[in-house]
Nanobody, 119 residues
C-alpha cells in the first residue's frame, strides 16, 4: 500500500510562485508514474503533469513554461514548481502514483492541498 501526503499549498498573488511536495510511503514499486492533478470547484479533476521513475516528464499545455514537475527517488518525493501563477490555477492539487505489478494496475491518491491564486 502506497500513501501520498501533499504539502506546500496556500494563498498566493497572481504572478507568484509555490512549490508543492508529495511524499510517498509504503511498498513502492520502482517502476511507477507520479503525477499532479488538480480540481477546481465545479470542474472535473484534470491532469497537470506527470513524471516517470526515470525522470521523463509531461505537462498540459495550459501550464507549460510555468510549471515543472520533478522527483527525488531517494526521498520518494515528487514536486511541482509553480511559477507565474494565475487565478485560473486555483484548485485543489492532488498527488497521484500509478504502477503495474503482475499485469495489474494499482494507483493511489493523496488527500490534496489547496492552491488559491488571488489578489
Amino acid at each position: 500500500q502506497v500513501q501520498l501526503v501533499e504539502s506546500g499549498g496556500g494563498l498566493v498573488q497572481p504572478g507568484g510562485s509555490l512549490r508543492l511536495s508529495c511524499a510517498a510511503s509504503g511498498s513502492i514499486f520502482r517502476n511507477n508514474i507520479m503525477a499532479w492533478y488538480r480540481q477546481a470547484p465545479g470542474n472535473q479533476r484534470e491532469l497537470v503533469a506527470n513524471i516517470t521513475s526515470r525522470g521523463s516528464t509531461n505537462c498540459v499545455d495550459s501550464v507549460k513554461g510555468r510549471f515543472a514537475i520533478s522527483r527525488d527517488n531517494a526521498k520518494n518525493t515528487v514536486y511541482l514548481q509553480m511559477n507565474s501563477l494565475k487565478p485560473e490555477d486555483t484548485a485543489v492539487y492532488y498527488c497521484y502514483i500509478q504502477y503495474n505489478l503482475f499485469g495489474v494496475l494499482y494507483d493511489s491518491w493523496g488527500q490534496g492541498t489547496q492552491v488559491t491564486v488571488s489578489s
